[in-house]
């Protein structure tokens, strides 16, 4: 069993940056691909960013590249979003999740996920 617990929202102005933690509960949490996904009001999940299981690989959304930074800390179960340049869009409940199928873009391959965080951007 996986668990996962982000921290780290809150309030921010326009052009501010937050860094997202998301602790991992498991032992084979270094064997897990990682993603963020985010879901604003009214708005379906979608993906922000993801890494592989060693940190090798990352994954990013366009909206969110060149200003977002995952990464990740094996020896501490941490995943980490740097966020940074943050605009109003960005805006909403952000999730991190434990990758089991293929496709690191789609939130169906990720079958663990944590409660999220809220994260606010305003003008």
């Known amino acids: 069993q996986v668990q996962l617990l982000e921290s780290g929202g809150g309030l921010v102005q326009a052009g501010g940056s937050l860094r997202l933690s998301c602790v991992v509960s498991g032992r084979t949490f270094s064997t897990y691909p990682i993603g963020w996904f985010r879901q604003a009001p009214g708005k379906e999940r979608e993906f922000v960013a993801a890494?592989?299981?060693?940190?090798?690989?990352?994954y990013y959304a366009d909206s969110v590249k060149g200003r977002f930074t995952i990464s990740r800390d094996n020896a501490k179960n941490m995943v980490y979003l740097q966020m940074n340049s943050l605009k109003p869009e960005d805006t909403a409940v952000y999730y991190c999740?434990?990758?089991?199928?293929?496709?690191?873009?789609?939130?169906?391959?990720?079958?663990?996920w944590g409660q999220g965080t809220q994260v606010t951007v305003s003008s």
């Open positions: 999740a434990a990758k089991i199928g293929e496709d690191y873009y789609n939130a169906d391959s990720y079958d663990y």
């Open positions: 890494l592989s299981w060693n940190g090798r690989s990352t």
